[in-house]
């Protein structure tokens, strides 16, 4: 369901997602991305927020819930907010995301 | 106190645009899943919730509150449940344009006191049906089961798979909130039903609004009527749930040579006509002299309960409580909409004062609602059709039921009737599912022959009038 790249040397994490993103299955990527931002902010040490560029890659996405669209906002939060970006979205996921009114927000491509 | 209205407000239309956005991923199958399963829950707990909400209004009768809860889901889903209303709903080679349904948005849905829970069902389903998220406000005076019958349906749309937050219920709150939802510039239509004062507040939001208003429904019987079939349908239609449904009948207008006959008829059918100082008591308890319009107190009573509360003695039994009045207006109080079994009667000399009094009364409040006739002469039926400013016309049917569609004739089933321009509304028809799309048509080029064959530099000629010009233009070449 989600797959994680990190590259350490250039302070980039992709998240790249895949299948149906409905509600069920956003029940594991909700704790399995809230982990990975906690391991970040450890290895930042005093910092708040995540300094490292975040994206999440849509490509292999075929449909979103409300509740993935709420992932994503509380992941803009916890985030710098220049460091966020959803990437890579077919024409309607971008639609999807845009009735959400989430690309008033950040960035969404 | 106003921030955290705001809060809550933008908190509440986060939640519904999230799951429009989820929504309007769906297919048709999907969503046909959902109200399926909605309409079915709804439907299983028909009677529960008719009692619940009998026991918290105090209003009409449950076993009418059941069939209106039928009416509002299986006669809803009935009508809609074939139609088309994802993605492509219509092709047309001729023309050259396809049809695509697109949903709204999040749907803010008004409900009344007198149909509480019917009003959240229908509405319910036919925003289901559209994919759009719905917002419930709650009715103050129904708040527990507005809440109930949301919860119900909720339930069964998470069950077949739809949106979290497709369906919120806003308990009863202030004003002040209920028009902050209304105008919050997240919400993509109003659907308000009750009074003037609401639907006026829907369409002074900023948002699109389908608001409807209140009726006041003139019934003419004429001499070519069968009396007793007409006393019969009226007696039943004014007493369903105590008279509350907007679309029922608040006067009979007769022509004065069959008013012995209607009158032994409704009499023998247990209407008890009030004398003229029992008619002032009446209106003393059913309107308001300062606003002049009904008290909410009598609303959805029985004619006993309001004889008592007026003081005056009536045969046991009695169905409706008839007032003969001679005029229409502030003079005459009874002659305004009264949601309760209590009706004006108007005996006039001849065919033309009868038409004229109608005229009057349709115009007193209940411009573009609804009216009946009751009638075997399909030349005055026409003429009285035309007469009256009317979304529905009535013949030969009982005006509760049949307004509302689906039961005595072909109308949608609905619980929002359209009032056209004269009831301040945006069309006169029966809402229903396909009010609640946004229809784009793609127009494939289809070149208007008559339009490119004709020689365009004749515009600019000042001596060719419209009629040489419409001439040259219909030229069949």
């Known amino acids: ?109 | 106190m106003k921030e955290d209205m705001i809060k809550k407000a933008d908190e509440l239309l986060e939640k519904a645009l999230f799951a429009a956005a989820e929504f309007q991923q769906f297919d048709q199958e999907q969503t046909d899943r959902i109200v399926e399963n909605v309409f079915k829950a709804g439907f299983n707990n028909r009677v529960k919730l008719a009692k619940m909400a009998h026991e918290e209004t105090g209003i009409g009768d449950w076993q009418h509150k059941v069939m209106k809860n039928v009416t509002a889901t299986l006669m809803v889903y009935d009508n809609i449940k074939n139609e088309k209303t994802v993605g492509i709903i219509s092709q047309n080679e001729i023309t050259g344009i396809t049809e695509i349904a697109q949903p709204l948005g999040p749907i803010f849905a008004v409900t009344p006191v007198t149909n509480p829970t019917s009003t959240v069902l229908y509405k319910t389903l036919i925003c289901l049906k559209t994919r759009n998220p719905i917002l419930i406000s709650a009715h103050r005076g129904a708040e527990k089961s507005c809440v109930e019958t949301a919860r119900i349906c909720y339930e069964a749309a998470l069950e077949a798979g739809a949106p979290e937050d497709c369906i919120q219920i806003i308990p009863a709150g202030s004003r002040e909130f209920t028009q902050m939802i209304m105008s919050h510039p997240k919400i993509a239509l109003i659907l308000a039903t009750g009074g003037m004062g609401l639907v006026k507040a829907a369409y002074s939001s900023g948002n699109p609004a389908i608001g409807v208003g209140p009726g006041n429904v003139p019934v003419f019987i004429d001499v070519s009527a069968d009396i007793p079939f007409a006393v019969s349908n009226i007696i039943n239609s004014k007493t369903f749930d105590n008279g509350t449904i907007c679309a029922s009948e608040q006067s009979v207008i007769i022509e004065r040579q069959i008013e012995k006959k209607v009158i032994a008829e409704f009499e023998k059918q247990k209407c008890y006509f009030l004398t003229p100082e029992e008619i002032k008591k009446v209106e003393s308890i059913a309107i308001s002299p300062d606003s002049g319009s009904m008290s909410p107190f009598i609303v959805g009573q029985s004619a006993s309960i309001i004889a008592k509360r007026a003081g005056i003695d009536i045969p046991e039994g009695t169905k409706i409580l008839m007032a003969k009045l001679d005029g229409i207006g502030k003079a005459y109080p009874l002659s305004v909409e009264v949601l309760a079994p209590v009706l004006a009667f108007y005996s006039t000399k001849d065919y033309h004062k009868a038409i004229k009094v109608c005229i009057d009364l349709n115009f007193l409040g209940g411009i573009g609602h609804s009216v009946g006739i009751y009638a075997n002469d399909e030349k005055r039926i026409l003429e009285f059709s035309k007469l009256m400013n009317a979304g529905r016309i009535l013949v030969n049917t009982p005006t509760s039921q049949g307004a509302v569609g689906g039961i005595y004739n072909t109308l949608p089933t609905s619980f929002t009737l359209g009032c056209g321009t004269g009831g301040k509304n945006i069309t006169t028809e029966n809402i229903t599912a396909r009010h609640l799309i946004n229809i784009q048509r793609i127009c494939r080029r289809k070149p208007n022959d008559k339009y490119f064959s004709f020689d365009l530099a004749k515009y600019f000629d000042e001596s060719l009038d419209a009629d040489i010009i419409m001439n040259e233009y219909n030229k069949n070449h």
């Open chain 1, 1 to 109: 369901m989600v797959t994680f790249k990190h590259y350490s040397t250039e302070k980039h994490l992709i998240c790249k997602f895949s299948g149906r993103l409905d509600t069920q299955n956003c029940l594991s990527l909700s704790e399995e991305i809230n982990n990975k931002l906690q391991e970040l902010k450890q290895g930042q040490g005093e910092k708040d927020k995540p300094g490292e560029k975040i994206e999440f890659d849509m490509t292999e996405v075929t449909y979103i819930s409300s509740s993935f669209i709420r992932i994503c906002l509380t992941t803009f939060n916890q985030c710098q907010k220049e460091n966020f970006a959803i990437i890579n979205c077919d024409p309607f996921l971008k639609k999807t995301f845009k009735i959400a009114g989430l690309d008033d927000l950040l960035p969404v491509s």
